[in-house]
């Protein structure tokens, strides 16, 4: 009689090929699991950063709107100094302009601070630090009021709005009723003793994407007519 051997199910194994093709399966699927990851991380730091610029932007605008909505003027002062204690001085200068006035905005940090409301507040383009092709809008805050030169008073300095492409700051003159790129309350041939009811701001800028963004708001100056406290 012969003898039939028969292979159980069980010793049977894998060849070469299937190995191959699990392991080939295992690596797309790696490779797919990975681009996902990928591009998660990418979705939410282009997320993130676009989130950012829009608060920084919203606060510069917040920001600039309040120093405007508290400018003043006075005239307990002598008003025929060459340099002014309240003034609003606004040019025109290229993409970014430049603004100066006296404000009741400013911030007491700290309780019985031997400071008042009252400050000057210039905006200004300034040259980026750390690349000179980049223009930053500047907040200069001199904290005391003087008749002297503002470039020889201290002064603290903030960037509001990083890599700006232009600025445009028109004021809404309620005498003639109609807007004007300039204001100037210290030559008589300007506005003198006279502040605009509004301030229109315009900022553009660049998203993180590199696509121009452009934003506005409107500030209402509170007190057109100066202080004056003589009888």
């Known amino acids: 009689m012969h003898t039939v051997r028969v292979r159980g199910r069980g010793q049977a194994g894998l060849t070469l090929i299937e190995i191959m093709i699990a392991v080939s399966i295992l690596v797309v699927m790696m490779g797919l699991g990975w681009k996902t ?29 309040t120093d405007f909505e508290a400018a003043y003027l006075s005239k307990n002062e002598d008003t025929a100094l060459d340099h002014p204690r309240t003034m609003m001085i606004g040019k025109t200068s290229g993409k970014i302009p430049s603004v100066r006035f006296s404000t009741l905005n400013h911030r007491v940090l ?22 000179s092709s980049i223009m930053d809008l500047v907040r200069r805050e001199q904290r005391r009021e003087s008749n002297q ?17 232009s600025l445009k700051i028109d004021y809404w003159n309620w005498k003639t009723a109609d807007w004007q790129d300039s204001w100037d309350t210290t030559q008589a041939d ?9 301030v229109r701001i315009t900022l553009v800028t660049k998203d993180p ?4 963004v452009k934003i506005s708001t409107q500030a209402r100056i509170l007190m057109q007519e100066p202080l004056n406290f003589t009888n």
């Open 37 to 65: 990851i990928a591009n998660t991380s990418e979705t939410r730091r282009t997320f993130t950063a676009f989130e950012e610029r829009n608060h920084e932007l919203r606060l510069a605008l917040g920001r600039i709107s």
């Open 110 to 131: 700290w309780a019985d601070a031997n400071e008042s409301e009252q400050t000057v507040i210039q905006y200004l383009a300034h040259p980026d630090p750390e690349s």
């Open 149 to 165: 030169p503002p470039e020889d008073e201290p002064a603290d300095y903030d960037v509001v709005v990083h890599d700006i492409e």
């Open 190 to 198: 300007g506005q003198k003793g006279t502040l605009p009811s509004r």
């Open 209 to 212: 994407g590199g696509h121009e």
